[in-house]
């Protein structure tokens, strides 16, 4: 996942590689080879980048903001319904 993260923005492999520095390059060639079978990034030359529109992290935070939003409506619903 942090792969998809870093890949919002193009990147070659060793650029990739620094910023993982406690990851093994082999595991990150993997890790990439993984992403391009699953379609989840596209690799052209030597640069690679996530096709995942939104972070996940991101993601995560729209799912709660749209939890709350449906919460507070139903709230507002109760209130019309009782005559508030």
Do not use: C, M, N, W
Request: glycine residues 8%; without cysteine.
């Amino acid at each position: 996942l942090r792969i998809l993260d870093l890949l919002a923005v193009q990147a070659k492999l060793p650029r990739l590689v620094e910023q993982l520095a406690t990851v093994p390059v082999a595991q990150v060639e993997r890790e990439l080879a993984a992403l391009e079978r699953l379609g989840l990034i596209f690799h052209e030359g030597d640069l690679y980048l996530s096709l995942i529109l939104e972070p996940l992290a991101a993601a995560a935070d729209l799912g709660r903001a749209a939890a709350l939003a449906a919460e507070q409506g139903a709230a507002a619903a109760r209130h019309l319904a009782v005559g508030g």
